[in-house]
Each structure stands twice: as structure tokens, then as C-alpha cells.
């Protein structure tokens, strides 16, 4: 079991930057494939982005393709999502997540993280 802890979210206006960071904990982090999830407000949790283990491969939610950009560091243990030209409909609660392979991770199989909230305002 890995234990994740996200920070960086916050009140924004449209258009503005933020940086999501999550620092894992727990096994050996390199081995997870990571991402993030988010759940707005009377809405199902959806996938937003992932990368792989080894940091090579990464994966968007169309909606967001363009505008967020994951990373991770495996030597500070810790992945970020900067997300850039925020919309309202970014609004959420925004949840780190790791597992073994990227197809469970997508399904949402996978060690969640608490949420950080994500507000997005005109």
C-alpha cells in the first residue's frame, strides 16, 4: 500500500495557473503508475491524467489535453499536475492516485489520495 498526500489546490480565476503536487509514501514509489481523478460538485469521479512508472508515458482526459501537463520526480517520491488556462468546469476535488499499471489506475483500481479542492471562479 502506498499513502498519498496532495497539496497546491486553491480559489483561481479563470484562465489563471495552478500546481497540484502529491507526495507518496509507503512502497517502493517507482514501481506505481500515478494520476490524477477529480469530482466535481453532483458529478462521478473522472479520470483527468496519468504517467507511468518510469515517467516516459502520459495520458489526458480530452478536456484537459493542451492545458495540463503531469510530471513526477521519483527522486523527491512526489508528481504534479500544473494546470494551466483554468476553466469553471475545472472545479473539483481533485484526488491523487497510484497503482500497479495504468489500465487499473484509468478504472480507478488504485491507492486515492484525500482530495485537494480545486475552485475555479469568473
Known amino acids: 500500500q502506498v499513502q498519498l498526500v496532495e497539496s497546491g489546490g486553491g480559489l483561481v480565476q479563470i484562465g489563471g495557473s495552478l500546481r497540484l503536487s502529491c507526495a507518496a509514501s509507503g512502497r517502493t514509489f517507482s514501481n506505481y503508475a500515478m494520476g490524477w481523478f477529480r469530482q466535481a460538485p453532483g458529478k462521478e469521479r473522472e479520470f483527468v491524467a496519468a504517467i507511468s512508472w518510469s515517467g516516459d508515458n502520459t495520458y489526458y482526459t480530452d478536456s484537459v489535453k493542451g492545458r495540463f501537463t503531469i510530471s513526477r520526480d521519483n527522486a523527491k517520491i512526489t508528481i504534479h499536475l500544473q494546470m494551466n488556462s483554468l476553466k469553471s468546469e475545472d472545479t473539483a476535488v481533485y484526488y491523487c492516485?497510484?497503482?500497479?499499471?495504468?489500465?487499473?489506475?484509468?478504472?480507478?483500481?488504485?491507492?486515492w489520495g484525500q482530495g485537494t479542492q480545486v475552485t475555479v471562479s469568473p
Open positions: 492516485v497510484a497503482s500497479g499499471d495504468l489500465v487499473s489506475l484509468s478504472r480507478g483500481f488504485a491507492s
